[in-house]
């Protein structure tokens, strides 16, 4: 998503398939993780790279 600090609550939650009160389901997360990856910080990200 481009630009998501412009867009609404919403809209992000829309856009990534996410309810508010409940989260992700595990077949969200597993979608999720293939489409856009893990998440990791930038520390480590940073040392992957230097590795």
Do not use: D, I, Y
Request: hydrophobic letters at 45%.
């Amino acid at each position: 998503m481009e630009n998501a600090h412009t867009k609404t609550v919403e809209e992000v939650l829309g856009f990534f398939v996410v309810n508010e009160s409940t989260g992700l389901s595990c077949e969200q997360l597993k979608k999720n993780r293939e489409r856009w990856g893990p998440n990791v910080t930038l520390v480590k990200a940073l040392f992957a790279v230097l590795l």
